[in-house]
């Protein structure tokens, strides 16, 4: 056999020294180096140090047996990981067999082994752990490409924000948690003010611009782990704020309402020459007696009155009021 297979790793585990003179030399025929271990458990510290491709594993080693270095070396192994294990036996029992593959072992050579034999069975078996090895590659770029596709399945596209799919999903685990813990949470509604003014005085890619302006003034109020920004629809945002009360969530909607002001971005159709925002707030204890829904529409309602009242504001209403 005349091909060369260069970088791959065999680590050859055998006690006898003619033996590992013979089988390292058919491997050096075909371009490889062998690692050599004379016992079990140096041939354990050789795989844990070097990590070869392939081992060829004798049986009977002078401390303990091959079944149970086999049997380390498996335990050793990541969870993508794959090492091919040759067992090397005068044993030719069916029992013995059964036994190798019972613990880890994926083929056999009897001995003696010949040169033709040793090097078909590595050449076979490097051929597998590449193969293996690149379907553990496809798999890593598939869950990558899936995680990427779910990202963006909860992303909004316009502002890099949550969207409307993942506040519906996040609203109701937060719900959740916050009545089995017993504390109360919130709900910002916002939009931007007179919004359609600005976009037919200014156009759609500056309405556009404004939109991602405003989300990351609204993402910046939602810097906890159980709080979300999220645009809702339109130049609409909502933000959930986990174990907050009304007071927490009065002092986040009125800072958004300045930074976004303080920004000073031109709305010459606004009586507040500014792009602004209007904020509706609502506050509950979740319980199983509620509903997650009415917290929503309850801010909804507190938004429609922080407009009637000028815009630019911040309007609360308790839960369920309004209605």
Not at 17 to 36: F, M, Q, T
Not at 139 to 154: C, G, H, I, K, P
Request: glycine letters at 8%; aromatic letters at 6%.
């Amino acid at each position: 056999m005349n091909k060369k297979l260069g970088k791959v790793k065999v680590l050859v585990v055998e006690d006898s020294k003619v033996a590992i003179k013979a089988i390292s030399g058919y491997l050096e025929d075909i371009g490889v180096h062998p690692l050599v271990a004379e016992s079990g458990q140096a041939a354990v510290e050789l795989y844990r140090r070097e990590r070869p491709d392939i081992v060829l594993l004798d049986i009977i080693l002078p401390d303990v047996d091959g079944y149970d270095v086999a049997r380390q070396i498996r335990k050793l192994q990541g969870k993508d990981d794959w090492t091919a294990i040759i067992f090397l036996t005068v044993m030719s029992k069916d029992e013995d067999l059964a036994r190798g593959i019972e613990v880890g072992g994926d083929d056999y050579l009897m001995k003696p082994v010949g040169r033709v034999v040793v090097q078909a069975k590595v050449s076979a078996m490097y051929r597998l752990v590449r193969m293996q090895r690149a379907l553990v590659k496809v798999t890593e770029q598939l869950n990558e490409a899936n995680q990427e596709l779910q990202r963006l399945s909860m992303t909004d596209g316009l502002t890099g924000i949550a969207n409307r799919r993942l506040f519906d999903d996040l609203l109701v685990r937060e719900w959740r948690r916050c009545a089995r813990i017993g504390k109360p949470m919130s709900v910002v509604l916002l939009d931007v003010d007179y919004f359609k003014k600005y976009n037919d005085r200014y156009g759609h890619q500056a309405g556009d611009d404004c939109l991602k302006v405003v989300a990351r003034e609204v993402a910046a109020a939602a810097p906890r782990a159980g709080d979300l920004a999220a645009r809702y629809g339109g130049e609409e945002f909502v933000l959930v704020l986990g174990e907050t009360d009304e007071g927490g969530a009065r002092w986040v909607a009125e800072r958004i309402c300045r930074h976004v002001l303080g920004l000073k971005m031109m709305h010459e159709d606004s009586p507040h020459d500014y792009v602004t925002v209007s904020c509706g707030v609502c506050s509950v204890l979740p319980s199983d007696s509620l509903a997650v829904d009415k917290l929503v529409k309850t801010a909804d309602k507190a938004l429609y009155l922080a407009k009637e009242r000028g815009r630019n504001g911040v309007a609360y209403l308790g839960y369920g009021q309004g209605s």
